[in-house]
């Protein structure tokens, strides 16, 4: 099941970017028919914020 994303115009740039990027991490998949998948059921994150010392 896919979906179409609508992308306000000045935004484009920054999601070319991070599709660029987790196309690269192996995160999202390209179609040869020229889309974009994410070829996963669910993935899991673990990660820290943290605040920066000014």
Do not use: C, W
């Amino acid at each position: 099941m896919g979906f179409i994303l609508v992308i306000h115009p000045p935004l484009v740039k920054r999601v070319h970017e991070d599709v660029s990027v987790l196309l690269n991490a192996g995160v999202l998949e390209r179609m040869a028919e020229g889309g974009v998948i994410f070829p996963y059921d669910a993935i899991h994150v673990d990660f820290t914020l943290q605040v920066q010392a000014a």
